[in-house]
């Protein structure tokens, strides 16, 4: 068994060397050059890219710079903690979404019936959902880059809408700040969501939010007790946030990808 790991390994880093000869590599090249399988080849690729070594493509894979494994990496996360806040949704369920891409991904991984989402994020428009999920935008003053609805009348629609559930996404989240956004015309629809849900507010944010502090709070630490996060989100961070009554959701890459 021992040796069998040994030989394992040891062809994992002869890719490696190979790549820093040819930055790309086939699946069949390799395949071909070490006797074995492709699916064995995949299963290699697949280790290295769990690890940061390198990043797959369609029939092989590539050195890619850290910035670019960072990127891939944080993408991955919040496709995880999308479909982990899905899960949360149960049949009948109403729910707020904010202006978030993050929460607004969920929309692609509820699987339940007769749910309406209610949001201010202008993208819904173009975002993919099942036949049992009812998307209502609020309306507003339509603001680019996000395409987020905002102003008076997004509020005035919203003062009479109490949904089960809220999906807010952030810009960071502390015990210091509470949840924060870097856009002041979001903070009183993100309160007005928070406060009008009947049932449970949930937080969505990756590692790279956690313990930051953006310019604006929606809601202050006391306020959330949802937090659906990453592994790889400072533990310090995430023990402050549970001694300050926050129940900590956290998504990994082996369990859920």
Do not use: W
Request: aromatic share 6%; net charge neutral; proline share 2%.
């Amino acid at each position: 068994m021992k040796r069998e790991r040994a030989y394992v390994d040891g062809r994992r880093k002869q890719i490696l060397e190979i790549m820093k000869e040819n930055p790309k590599v086939r699946v069949d090249d390799l395949a071909e050059r070490f006797q074995v399988s492709l699916i064995t080849i995949r299963r290699d690729l697949q280790y290295l890219e769990d690890r940061n070594q390198l990043v797959r493509f369609y029939g092989g894979a590539t050195f890619a710079n850290q910035e670019e494994i960072k990127e891939n990496e944080i993408k991955l996360y919040r496709s995880l903690i999308a479909q982990y806040a899905a899960t949360l949704v149960e049949n009948g369920d109403s729910l707020f979404i904010n202006t978030s891409a993050n929460a607004l991904q969920m929309l692609e991984y509820i699987d339940k019936t007769n749910v309406t989402v209610i949001t201010n994020n202008g993208k819904a428009i173009h975002t993919n959902h099942a036949s049992g999920v009812s998307v209502i935008l609020t309306g507003g003053e339509l603001r680019h880059p996000k395409n987020a609805m905002l102003g008076d009348f997004a509020m005035r629609n919203l003062q009479t809408v109490f949904p089960k559930k809220a999906f807010m996404g952030c810009s960071g989240i502390s015990t210091m700040s509470g949840m924060t956004t870097e856009i002041a015309g979001e903070v009183k629809i993100n309160e007005l969501m928070i406060h009008n849900a009947t049932r449970e507010v949930y937080v969505l944010a990756d590692h790279t939010k956690v313990g930051k502090n953006s310019s604006f709070t929606s809601s202050p630490i006391q306020g959330i007790k949802h937090l659906i996060t990453d592994e790889k989100a400072p533990q310090e961070v995430l023990s402050e946030l549970e001694n300050a009554g926050v129940q900590i959701h956290l998504v990994q890459k082996e369990r859920l990808k």
